[in-house]
């Protein structure tokens, strides 16, 4: 009888234990998915046992305020097809966060954001005269994207540009390119064209404001100024300013005598 309940107990044991190891397999495996743009890399040691597929997926469409153009963001998914297994997205948890689906909230100047989860480019199609094109020639991700929308009674003064902020390189070196990495900021004019570029590389935007005497655009940008590839609150803010009329890499606003002058005053506080 003894023998039979020790045996028991020992078993119960061991299920457990195995209980326990397959859950923490499993918990590693999907921590490991990550969201954005994934980044392929030709490796002639691996063998491809799966078919892949890319979809082509289509937000919603947003008018550009006076403009014959329509904004249909868009994303793409890969998806695999398993032998002796149905098509099916390649990682749910890769892609659970990331919606298409693109809406827009007023910002501020009159200006709307649109909102997405992950976007790859933008087409611009021309209700008028059937013409579209796509905003970029490249993979990337497009982090931010303003754009203007003035309601008819609206008096003040407007401005007619796109400013739109793209993920083009994996600068944290993890394959993927999102959020986590580096974008450049861009001025388009209302068709998509015309880009150009207002902030240095390796940066991100935290905040912008229109001055409307000067027609400047002042920017809050983030340097990974402590070179560990990441964007945090530990990292250095500069204050950029461009012209609307005659965009150009943004030249900082607060010097670097001013900037040092400030952080020996402010070291004397408790």
Not at 133 to 161: C, D, N, R
Not at 231 to 242: A, G, M, P, R, V
Request: hydrophobic fraction near 35%.
């Amino acid at each position: 009888m003894k023998k039979l309940i020790l045996g028991i107990v020992i078993g119960g044991i061991v299920g457990a234990v195995l209980i326990l190891i397959v859950i923490v397999v499993f918990d590693n495996n999907r921590g490991k998915g990550q969201a954005g743009l994934r980044l392929v890399v030709n490796d002639s040691t691996k063998i491809n046992d799966s078919k892949k597929v890319q979809v082509l997926e289509y937000g919603d469409y947003m008018d550009l305020d006076s403009t014959n153009y329509l904004l249909i963001p868009l994303g793409m998914k890969t998806i695999e097809e398993h032998e002796d297994r149905v098509l099916k997205i390649k990682s749910a948890e890769e892609y659970a966060s990331e919606s298409y689906n693109g809406n827009c909230r007023l910002y501020k100047y009159n200006f709307y954001s649109l909102e997405f989860g992950s976007c790859n480019n933008i087409v611009f199609y021309n209700k008028k005269t059937d013409e579209t094109h796509l905003l970029l020639q490249k993979p990337a991700v497009i982090s931010k994207f303003y754009f203007p929308h003035y309601e008819k009674e609206y008096s003040g003064k407007k401005y007619w540009f796109i400013l739109l902020g793209i993920g083009e390189d994996d600068t944290n070196g993890d394959g993927y390119i999102n959020n986590e990495d580096a974008e450049k900021v861009y001025i388009a004019d209302l068709s998509g064209r015309n880009l150009k570029q207002i902030t240095p590389d390796n940066t991100q935007l935290t905040d912008w404001y229109i001055d409307t005497e000067t027609n400047n655009i002042l920017m809050k940008v983030r340097f990974d100024s402590n070179k560990d590839k990441k964007f945090s609150s530990s990292d250095e803010i500069e204050i950029l300013k461009t012209s609307i009329g005659a965009p150009a890499q943004g030249t900082q606003v607060i010097s670097d005598e001013i900037k040092n002058n400030i952080k020996k005053i402010l070291v004397q506080i408790k």
